[in-house]
Structure formats: structure tokens, C-alpha cells
């Protein structure tokens, strides 16, 4: 009786073991496997903060006044996130944004420039779906790039050197239904400060592919605006849905 017993607390520990480690195939930033299993990122991640491709949910929710942010591009990774799931639900008042988490200031392939503009320096616009705008006549914005039916890029950062930073990318699969009835967004950042110069950053990436999407939520890949000082109103082009 007492081998049987020493046995069954062994098998015991043993599935614990394998549970944890099941549970623990994915990482918030990192991605992974899921293994079937629901998963509620703003409250599963430190401060909701989502990257990388997590593939084989169960259900992607988003409930209502939650915030799924993706952590922002540092240069060589992160700015993006890639779910796979079977169903999704972003709520009234949920939201997944990845705004202003692509490439920062002056970098990405449609960078704005700077440029002379009768006295300071100013930066043109970002661009990536749409080109981004002039600096008040001077200057070209940042070119278009990226593909229109399977956006993946990340958005590029405004010209000058406090230029806004572009929009990150989201990828959402789903295998059935896919409700949006929240927010999902990849906005440009808009110039802050009246005295900048800088150019806005332009919209990044929202590629949802779903066997049904249903509600009435919203979704945007906006270009941020530029700076009004001096007229140069230099926009970002938006982004790609």
C-alpha cells in the first residue's frame, strides 16, 4: 500500500510539471504557442503589452475599457504583433493599438526628410500607404512602399529630428468569427510642440483575415499630423488596411 501510494504522488508531480511547462509555451513580447487556450492580453500581459506571433488561441479577447498595446519598435525588434486564433472579440470600448510603435524619427524606408524652409530646418512627412507631405513647398515627403493586400511594414517616422514616429503593424487570423466592435488602430504620431518643424509620421499596418467579420467598431491606420509653425503642415501618409 505505502509503494502505491509513493507511485501515485510521483505520477502526480509529474503531470504538474508538464501542465506548467504547457502553460508556459508563449511570452507576451516573445510569442508562441498557445495550445487551444483563451487569452485576455491586457490583463495576461504587464501592462497589456503584446509583440512577436502567437498562434493556436482558443478566443483573442479584448473586453470592454481594455487596452492591448503593442510594444514599440527599439531598432531591431518589436513594433509588430501576429495572432492566430479561432475566434476574436474586441468589445465596445476595447481596444488593440499599436500607435506610434513602428520606426521612430527620420527612419524607415519612407522617412521624411529635412529640409531647408526659408530659415529653419523642417521636415517633410512620412510616408508608406499614401506619400507623406511637403514642408510648406520644400522638400518631397516620404516615399509609398509595402504591399496593399497583405500589409505586414511597419509605418515610418517623420522628417526632422522630433518628427513623429510611425504606426506599428497587427495581424489578426481567425478561423471563424472576427467581431470588432471596439478599436483597433496603427496611427501615425502627431507632431507635438508649435515650434518643431518636424513632419508627422505616416500610418502603419492592420491585415485581418477572418471567416466572418462582424461589428461596428473601428479601425485606422491614420497618418499623424505635422507641424502648423511657420505653415509647414507636413502630414504623415496613412498607413495600410
Same mark, same amino acid.
Given at each position: 500500500?505505502?509503494?502505491?501510494?509513493?507511485?501515485?504522488?510521483? %505520477?502526480?508531480?509529474?503531470?504538474?510539471? *508538464?501542465?506548467?511547462?504547457?502553460? +508556459?509555451?508563449?511570452? !507576451?513580447?516573445?510569442?508562441?504557442?498557445?495550445?487551444?487556450?483563451?487569452?485576455?492580453?491586457?490583463?495576461?500581459?504587464?501592462?497589456?503589452?503584446?509583440?512577436?506571433?502567437?498562434?493556436?488561441?482558443?478566443?483573442?479577447?479584448?473586453?470592454?475599457?481594455?487596452?492591448?498595446? $503593442?510594444? +514599440?519598435?527599439?531598432?531591431?525588434?518589436?513594433?509588430?504583433?501576429?495572432?492566430?486564433?479561432?475566434?476574436?472579440?474586441?468589445?465596445?470600448?476595447?481596444?488593440?493599438? =499599436?500607435?506610434?510603435?513602428?520606426?521612430?524619427?527620420?527612419?524607415?524606408?519612407?522617412?521624411?526628410?529635412?529640409?531647408? !524652409?526659408?530659415?529653419?530646418?523642417?521636415?517633410?512627412?512620412?510616408?508608406?500607404?499614401?506619400?507623406?507631405?511637403? =514642408?510648406?513647398?520644400?522638400?518631397?515627403?516620404?516615399?509609398?512602399?509595402?504591399?496593399?493586400? =497583405?500589409?505586414?511594414?511597419?509605418?515610418?517616422?517623420?522628417?526632422? %529630428?522630433?518628427?513623429?514616429? #510611425?504606426? #506599428?503593424?497587427?495581424?489578426?487570423?481567425?478561423?471563424?468569427?472576427?467581431? $470588432? *466592435?471596439?478599436?483597433?488602430?496603427?496611427?501615425?504620431?502627431? $507632431?507635438?510642440?508649435?515650434?518643431?518643424? =518636424?513632419?508627422?509620421?505616416?500610418?502603419?499596418?492592420?491585415?485581418?483575415?477572418?471567416?466572418?467579420?462582424?461589428?461596428?467598431?473601428?479601425?485606422?491606420?491614420?497618418?499623424?499630423?505635422?507641424?502648423?509653425?511657420?505653415?509647414?503642415?507636413?502630414?504623415?501618409?496613412?498607413?495600410?488596411?
Amino acid at each position: 500500500m505505502k509503494k502505491f501510494l509513493f507511485v501515485l504522488l510521483i %505520477s502526480t508531480f509529474y503531470f504538474l510539471i *508538464s501542465a506548467s511547462a504547457a502553460s +508556459a509555451a508563449y511570452t !507576451c513580447l516573445g510569442g508562441g504557442d498557445h495550445s487551444g487556450a483563451d487569452w485576455t492580453p491586457a490583463t495576461d500581459c504587464t501592462s497589456g503589452e503584446v509583440a512577436g506571433t502567437h498562434t493556436n488561441i482558443g478566443t483573442l479577447y479584448v473586453n470592454a475599457g481594455q487596452t492591448a498595446t $503593442v510594444k +514599440a519598435y527599439n531598432g531591431s525588434s518589436y513594433g509588430s504583433v501576429d495572432i492566430s486564433a479561432t475566434t476574436a472579440t474586441i468589445a465596445n470600448t476595447g481596444t488593440i493599438t =499599436a500607435n506610434s510603435k513602428g520606426n521612430p524619427a527620420a527612419t524607415g524606408i519612407g522617412a521624411g526628410s529635412t529640409v531647408g !524652409c526659408g530659415g529653419p530646418a523642417c521636415g517633410t512627412g512620412a510616408g508608406y500607404g499614401g506619400a507623406g507631405a511637403n =514642408a510648406n513647398g520644400y522638400g518631397s515627403g516620404g516615399i509609398t512602399y509595402g504591399s496593399p493586400t =497583405a500589409p505586414t511594414d511597419l509605418g515610418s517616422g517623420g522628417g526632422n %529630428s522630433d518628427g513623429g514616429a #510611425g504606426g #506599428g503593424a497587427i495581424r489578426i487570423t481567425t478561423t471563424g468569427t472576427l467581431t $470588432v *466592435s471596439g478599436t483597433i488602430s496603427a496611427n501615425g504620431t502627431n $507632431v507635438s510642440g508649435d515650434y518643431s518643424y =518636424a513632419g508627422g509620421g505616416s500610418g502603419g499596418s492592420i491585415y485581418l483575415t477572418a471567416a466572418t467579420l462582424a461589428g461596428a467598431g473601428i479601425i485606422t491606420a491614420n497618418g499623424g499630423n505635422g507641424s502648423t509653425y511657420g505653415g509647414s503642415r507636413s502630414g504623415g501618409g496613412g498607413g495600410r488596411i
